[in-house]
C-alpha cells in the first residue's frame, strides 16, 4: 500500500505563507482524487483541499483564494501552498485519498500565532 509522509509544517505568524509536501512510497497515478485534511486541537478532521488527476480542484470555503493544491504525478508529490495564513490554520496537515482508504502519516504540524 502506498505510504504517505507529509513534510513543510512550521511556526509562522498570521498572514505569512507555508507549503507543504506529501511525499508517497509509489506512484500516486493511482489515487484519482488525492487531498489534504486538517485537524486541530480537539477538533475532528477535516477536508482542505483535493485535486484529481485531471486537475479538477475543489477547496474547503474557509481556504478558497488563500490555497493552492497541487500534484506531481511524476514525482509521486502533492503540494499545498498556504498563503495569508490565520490562526485558524493552526493544525496537524495530512494527505490522503479521497475517499479515505490509505494509511495515515504522522501529518505536518502547522502553528499560526497572531
Known amino acids: 500500500q502506498v505510504r504517505l509522509v507529509e513534510s513543510g509544517g512550521g511556526l509562522v505568524q498570521a498572514g505569512e505563507s507555508l507549503r507543504l509536501s506529501c511525499e508517497a512510497s509509489?506512484?500516486?497515478?493511482?489515487?484519482?482524487?488525492i487531498a489534504w485534511y486538517r485537524q486541530g486541537t480537539n477538533e475532528s478532521r477535516e477536508f482542505v483541499a483535493g485535486?484529481?488527476?485531471?486537475?479538477?480542484?475543489h477547496y474547503a470555503d474557509f481556504v478558497k483564494g488563500r490555497f493552492t493544491i497541487s500534484r506531481d504525478n511524476a514525482r509521486n508529490t502533492a503540494s499545498l501552498e498556504m498563503n495569508n495564513l490565520v490562526s485558524g490554520d493552526t493544525g496537524v496537515y495530512f494527505c490522503?485519498?479521497?475517499?479515505?482508504?490509505?494509511?495515515w502519516g504522522q501529518g505536518t504540524q502547522v502553528t499560526v500565532s497572531s
Open positions: 490522503n485519498s479521497v475517499p479515505v482508504y490509505l494509511e
Open positions: 509509489e506512484s500516486i497515478f493511482g489515487i484519482t482524487i
Open positions: 485535486i484529481s488527476n485531471g486537475g479538477r480542484i
